[in-house]
């Protein structure tokens, strides 16, 4: 099934694209989408599942911390255990907490965005990549940015004699005003991309 590209924010000014997929077997099988339930994944067709923008919110959220243990923090060593590894090898493991998912990335993706961000510098990780050949750069191959609107709303204060006059008339004045945010896009690649994939998800709790 095509996977839905969302943005999530790796450090201030920085983001990276993640596909998210979901595992329509796996979903089905566990008995997460019911018809009285206020079903987070979305029937757009008969053979289609999605995800709304606030469920994949909910999902980065629950997942943060693991991912970001993942991409970071983890020896690169326990993260690609093989002995023959190369930098187009990927990694598959299971996060999440109340949502489930699998996510999965290469060693070179893993290792360049490290770079990118400052987080590569531990001794045996670059012992790690020498002995396996594997290259990182810190320019993306498209020099691309991701555009956020923040929306404000400020209501109007009326003076009593304005209030006066409309007493009888609901009318809240106000105004909305927005300030694009520019974020740096890494690791902004479709064929070596982040992925993840969602297995299960949780219910939602029934009024």
Same mark, same amino acid.
């Given at each position: 099934?095509?996977?839905?590209?969302?943005? +999530?924010?790796?450090?201030?000014?920085?983001? @990276?694209?993640?596909?998210?997929?979901? %595992?329509?077997?796996?979903?089905?099988?566990?008995?997460?989408?019911? @018809?009285? %339930?206020?079903?987070?994944?979305? $029937?757009?067709?008969?053979?289609?599942?999605?995800?709304?923008?606030?469920?994949?919110?909910?999902?980065?959220? #629950? @997942?943060?911390?693991?991912?970001?243990? @993942?991409?970071?923090?983890e020896p690169l060593r326990e993260l690609f255990p093989s002995k023959f590894v190369h930098g187009s090898d990927?990694?598959?493991?299971?996060?999440?907490?109340?949502?489930?998912?699998?996510?999965?990335?290469? $060693?070179?993706?893993?290792?360049?965005?490290?770079?990118?961000?400052?987080?590569?510098? %531990?001794?045996? %990780?670059?012992?790690?990549?020498?002995?396996?050949?594997?290259?990182?750069?810190?320019?993306?191959s498209a020099r691309t940015a991701l555009l956020t609107k923040e929306l404000k709303f400020t209501f109007l204060?009326? #003076?009593?004699?304005? +209030?006066?006059?409309?007493?009888?008339? +609901?009318?809240?004045?106000?105004? $909305?005003?927005?300030?694009?945010?520019?974020?740096?896009? $890494?690791?902004?690649?479709?064929?070596?991309?982040?992925?993840?994939?969602?297995?299960?998800?949780?219910?939602?709790?029934?009024?």
């Open positions: 099934m095509p996977g839905t590209t969302t943005y +999530i924010k790796v450090a201030p000014g920085c983001a @990276i694209p993640a596909r998210v997929f979901i %595992d329509r077997k796996r979903i089905l099988s566990n008995g997460t989408v019911a @018809i009285n %339930d206020r079903s987070i994944i979305k $029937l757009s067709s008969i053979n289609s599942l999605r995800l709304s923008n606030n469920d994949i919110t909910n999902l980065v959220m #629950d @997942i943060k911390e693991e991912l970001e243990k @993942i991409l970071f923090h990927r990694l598959a493991r299971d996060i999440g907490t109340r949502w489930k998912c699998k996510v999965v990335a290469s $060693l070179g993706y893993v290792a360049t965005l490290r770079y990118k961000l400052g987080y590569l510098r %531990d001794v045996e %990780d670059m012992a790690f990549l020498e002995d396996r050949k594997v290259d990182v750069s810190a320019r993306d204060e009326r #003076d009593e004699e304005e +209030i006066h006059e409309e007493e009888n008339v +609901i009318d809240d004045k106000k105004m $909305l005003s927005y300030k694009l945010n520019k974020s740096a896009l $890494l690791n902004n690649s479709i064929v070596d991309s982040l992925c993840l994939y969602v297995t299960s998800r949780p219910h939602s709790q029934k009024a």
